[in-house]
């Protein structure tokens, strides 16, 4: 032993990451502000998950049940699939993060789309994988672009469909094209987490491929429809063998019992769901139009949100509306960290929030 101090050195992998900035939740000088900036349900959440929620403040002493079982069991029967296969974790951000643990490390690649998801990129350098970043055809995934990108280093392939930031969707046939294109040895995992959101025809989250192979995986969350992100609660679908390794390297009691609670009743009240999504439905086309009329063309959107091009510089630029709208106490977010420094990604909320929010950039246009 000597007298030198040293410091722990971490490895070289998380060094590398930028920490996750989310969206702005506040702006001082304003009365009311309208939270548009992280694709959160405007409507809330369901009666009876909040109800169940609270109802668990009685047995907080007690550990949650480790294997999720009353709220795997309700994720199946609402979508008809294996209680056996399916894996919670908080949030489907942790999924993400345990599937690059299980099956990635120094000398590993993991792909993703360009403007796809941040947290595919951290989760890639926490473990020490290295991530692949394939350019977009039209703000969408290039699937041609990705096959031709895989190789014997990859061992992830990460697709959000649909995408966020950019709203855009991969019919079920080129995602399956996907699949059969990638080295066997390459997990395909589908980040589903606003498939409620859908109304194409031509979409499937996943579930179905998962069935028919054994290297794909779908993750979905509690977050976005449901209106659940303050409880952290998500869910993942696979083959036997991947739910086999996440039970491994997850936390023997990783999800909370409040939010397996509150999951149970949220994943079974189809009102709600119902409610939630037709509102979005019209004020999505509402915002998009009112958008494209005003000179900010919109990227095709199937989610709960939409992404709007303004420019990168001059008056009309992403930053100035950015900064009129906060003035305003309207909240959206800006897209440099991912890579569209020209473009704002909008929440779609109420009609009235919605009301708010046009009525302002009309303002700035002027």
């Known amino acids: 032993m000597t007298d030198q101090q040293t410091t722990p050195t971490p490895r070289p992998g998380p060094l590398r990451i930028a920490p996750y900035v989310g969206g702005k939740a506040s702006v001082g000088g304003v009365n009311r502000v309208v939270k548009l900036s992280s694709n959160e349900n405007p409507y809330g959440a369901s009666p009876a998950a909040i109800a169940a929620f609270k109802a668990a403040g009685d047995t907080l002493a007690l550990y949650p049940d480790g294997g999720a079982t009353a709220l795997r069991e309700a994720i199946a029967k609402a979508e008809g699939l294996d209680p056996a296969r399916i894996v919670c974790g908080a949030g ?131 977050s976005k429809i449901h209106g659940l992100a303050a409880l952290r609660l998500g869910w993942g679908y696979g083959p036997e063998g991947v739910v086999d390794a996440l039970n491994r390297v997850r936390g023997p009691f990783n999800v909370a019992a409040p939010a397996l609670a509150a999951g149970v009743e949220a994943i079974a009240d189809g009102a709600f769901i119902t409610h939630a999504r037709d509102g979005n439905r019209v004020e999505r086309a509402r915002v998009t139009e009112a958008l494209e009329r005003l000179g900010f063309p919109v990227a095709p959107s199937h989610g709960n949100f939409v992404l709007a091009e303004f420019g990168e510089d001059g008056p009309r630029s992403a930053a100035s509306a950015d900064e009129f709208l906060q003035k305003r106490g309207i909240l959206i977010r800006r897209m440099e960290g991912y890579g569209l420094p020209a473009h704002l990604r909008i929440s779609i909320g109420t009609a009235e929030e919605n009301g708010l929010l046009l009525g302002a950039l009309e303002d700035f246009v002027a």
């Open 92 to 222: 489907s951000d942790e999924i993400l993060s345990l599937l690059c643990l299980a099956y990635a490390g120094p000398g590993d690649e993991v792909m993703h789309s360009a403007h796809g998801f941040l947290m595919y990129r951290l989760s890639t350098l926490a473990v020490g994988a290295e991530p692949v970043s394939i350019p977009e055809r039209d703000l969408t995934a290039d699937i041609d672009a990705m096959i031709a990108a895989a190789n014997e280093k990859t061992k992830i392939v990460f697709l959000a469909n649909p995408n966020n930031p950019t709203g855009t969707m991969i019919p079920d046939a080129d995602v399956r094209r996907l699949r059969d294109g990638l080295p066997a040895h390459t997990l395909l995992v589908i980040d589903a987490a606003y498939a409620e959101y859908v109304d194409d025809p031509d979409y499937e989250a996943g579930a179905r491929l998962v069935e028919q192979r054994d290297d794909t995986v779908m993750t979905r969350t509690f």
